[in-house]
């Protein structure tokens, strides 16, 4: 039973990404299917930041080993569906036009966050094998706190881009605060 876990868990990760295709393949996407792809997977690499960032608490919370056995999983994820997002937005919707994405990137400051989300979750993606965790010792640990910035600047994103409609950014702004601070050791800080 206990060896299911995980397979099932990197199943429901995946079911997105299924959705997804389904939805492309069966023309289900509605009347602006770039913008629905875009959406989607944007959303999807927010949630498994959220997700990634909630094991070490729950693991705190439930003294449960599993949350930290999943965390690589989740993380690696969030990098999968963040570059789904990015080549939406590179290969389909400006279709390799480099002028014009290097454009948007200087110019547009959510693109210019989201990008650099992105660069930054890909020390962490070439990271996340025990082969590294072993050789970087205590750095792979300082390494990995860049999913802190990642998490900060892919909710800044959200709210940036939303012109109008603030409520579900906030959300996740929220979440992702609420989620940076249970990792606060307050006993270090108030010890010191
Ligand atoms: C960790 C990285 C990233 C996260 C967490 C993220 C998250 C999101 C989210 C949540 C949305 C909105 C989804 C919705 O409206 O429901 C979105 C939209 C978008 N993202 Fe990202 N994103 C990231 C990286 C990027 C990158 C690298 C690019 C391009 C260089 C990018 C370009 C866009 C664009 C163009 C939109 C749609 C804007 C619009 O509707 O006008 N994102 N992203």
């Known amino acids: 039973m206990k060896s299911l876990l995980k397979p099932s868990i990197f199943v429901l990760s995946a079911a997105p990404f299924l959705l997804i295709t389904y939805k492309i393949f069966f023309n289900k996407l509605g009347p ?12 999807w690499t927010l949630i498994f930041i959220c997700l990634t960032l909630s ?9 449960f080993i599993f949350w ?11 990098f999968f569906y963040a570059t789904l ?14 002028n014009q994405i290097t454009d948007d990137v200087i110019k547009k400051k959510y693109v210019f966050v989201g990008f650099a989300a992105w660069l930054l979750l890909i020390p962490l993606a070439i990271t ?13 640990k300082r390494l990995h706190r860049l999913i802190y910035a ?32 249970l990792r606060v050791n307050f006993k270090n800080i108030f010890n010191r």
């Open 55 to 63: 094991m070490s608490p729950l693991k705190r919370f439930t003294s």
């Open 150 to 181: 990642i998490a900060i600047l892919g909710s800044l994103h959200f709210i940036w881009l939303s012109k109008t409609i603030y409520f579900k950014p906030l959300i996740y702004f929220i979440i992702i605060t609420i989620l940076l601070i």
């Open 128 to 140: 996340s094998s025990q082969k590294m965790i072993t050789l970087l010792k205590q750095n792979w």
């Open 32 to 43: 602006e299917p770039v913008k629905e792809i875009t959406h989607f997977t944007g959303e």
């Open 68 to 78: 930290i056995k999943i965390r690589r999983m989740l993380g690696l994820f969030v």
């Open 85 to 98: 997002h990015l080549l939406t937005y590179v290969v389909i919707d400006y279709r390799l036009d480099w």
